[in-house]
Nanobody
Framework: QVQLVESGGGLVQAGGSLRLSCAAS????????MGWYRQAPGKEREFVAS????????TYADSVKVRYTVSRDNAKNTVYLQMSTLKHEGTDTYYC???????????WGRGTQVAVSS
C-alpha cells in the first residue's frame, strides 16, 4: 500500500523557517516526480513546488520562489520543503504528492499544518 506521510509542520513566527518532510513507502519512488501543494481554509489547493524524479529539475510557484527550496533523497524515499522568510498568511495545510513519470499515477499525503504568526 502506497503511503505518503508529511511531518515538520507547526507554529512559526513570520520571518522564521521551517522544514517539512514527506516520507513515502509502499514502493520505490525514484521514478516519481514529487512535491508540495498547500491549502488555506476556504480556498483551493495551490501548487507550491515540485522536483523531478532525478532530483535535479525543480519548479516553484512565483509566491515562494527564492524563499522555499524543494529537495529529495531517493535512497530514503523522502522529499523535503525548506521554507524560509515565512510570511504571515495564517494557517495552511501542506500536502505532499508523488506522480509516476510513466503512468501519471498520483498519490497524496494527508497534510501537515503550518501556522505563521505575526
Amino acid at each position: 500500500q502506497v503511503q505518503l506521510v508529511e511531518s515538520g509542520g507547526g507554529l512559526v513566527q513570520a520571518g522564521g523557517s521551517l522544514r517539512l518532510s514527506c516520507a513515502a513507502s509502499g514502493r520505490t519512488f525514484s521514478r516519481y516526480d514529487m512535491g508540495w501543494y498547500r491549502q488555506a481554509p476556504g480556498k483551493e489547493r495551490e501548487f507550491v513546488a515540485s522536483i523531478r524524479w532525478g532530483g535535479v529539475s525543480t519548479t516553484y510557484a512565483d509566491s515562494v520562489k527564492v524563499r522555499y527550496t524543494v529537495s529529495r533523497d531517493n535512497a530514503k524515499n523522502t522529499v523535503y520543503l525548506q521554507m524560509s522568510t515565512l510570511k504571515h498568511e495564517g494557517t495552511d495545510t501542506y500536502y505532499c504528492f508523488a506522480k509516476n513519470v510513466g503512468t501519471r499515477e498520483e498519490h497524496w499525503g494527508r497534510g501537515t499544518q503550518v501556522a505563521v504568526s505575526s
